[in-house]
């Protein structure tokens, strides 16, 4: 299975700033996704992100508020901008192969965002 | 919306097979019943997955009913690093398709 890595695993940040976090994946990936997880809530889908190419927004989501690079396939970034304490969530990077064993999906450790 | 329905929590002794079941009425023909867990301040963590067949692995055992309407997974001897919550997910085997995680089970294994 994959191995994933995201920095930091947390931080404490003041509203207004922005935040980004890396996803790092030990073998090449196809698709690679970011979920939030809001205090005491399931995940929720916040992008699809393919190699050269833009990212794929989930409704309720925009680019402007989380902007997302994938320059390989093996890393990403997602920006968290303009932050406010509704911010305040787990953000989780995950993976995907089609060429891996049964469309398995594997989640990095998760990044935990306090904004203040 | 979640395609699953699922209790919010159950409890399981130690050492005891622990059975969570889930109500998929509406699955499709070419859905899978996946099923994922999330230890306490992890990244969820993949279980298993099937069609319509009965799957087994190192981690546990899934049962789907002959019409696919409900599944259940089974933990055989559970221990109190099982403590999780468990997630029941169906989605599409055909391609790329995303995971849309409902509010899950909360299983609770006590000493």
């Known amino acids: 299975s994959a191995v994933i890595s995201q920095k930091p695993s947390r931080d404490i940040c003041q509203r207004g700033t922005s935040l980004t976090i890396q996803c790092q994946v030990d073998?090449?990936?196809?698709?690679m996704f970011w979920y939030r997880q809001q205090p005491g809530q399931s995940l929720t889908l916040i992008a699809t992100?393919?190699?050269?190419?833009?990212?794929?927004?989930e409704s309720g989501f925009v680019i402007d508020k989380f902007p997302i690079s994938r320059p390989n396939l093996t890393f990403s970034t997602l920006t968290v901008s303009n932050m406010s304490p509704e911010d305040s969530s787990i953000y989780l990077c995950?993976?995907?192969?089609?060429?891996?064993?049964?469309?398995?999906?594997?989640f990095g450790p998760g990044t935990r965002l306090t904004v203040t | 919306d979640a395609k699953t329905t699922q209790p919010t929590s159950m409890d399981c002794a130690e050492g005891r097979a622990a059975n969570l079941p889930c109500n998929h009425s509406?699955?499709?023909?070419?859905?899978?019943v996946y099923w994922y867990r999330q230890i306490h301040s992890q990244g969820p963590q993949y279980i298993i997955h099937?069609?319509?067949n009965n799957e087994t692995n190192e981690m546990a055992s899934l049962i789907i009913t002959e019409d696919r309407k409900s599944s259940t997974l089974i933990l055989p001897h559970a221990t109190l690093r099982d403590t999780a919550v468990y997630y029941c997910?169906?989605?599409?085997?055909?391609?790329?398709?995303?995971?849309?995680f409902g509010k899950g089970t909360m299983l609770l294994v006590s000493p």
């Open positions: 073998s090449q990936v196809t698709m």
């Open positions: 509406t699955i499709s023909g070419n859905e899978y």
């Open positions: 995950s993976v995907e192969d089609v060429g891996g064993a049964a469309y398995e999906q594997y």
């Open positions: 992100a393919n190699q050269g190419s833009e990212a794929t927004y």
């Open positions: 997910i169906v989605r599409a085997y055909s391609g790329y398709s995303t995971l849309t």
């Open positions: 099937g069609l319509k």
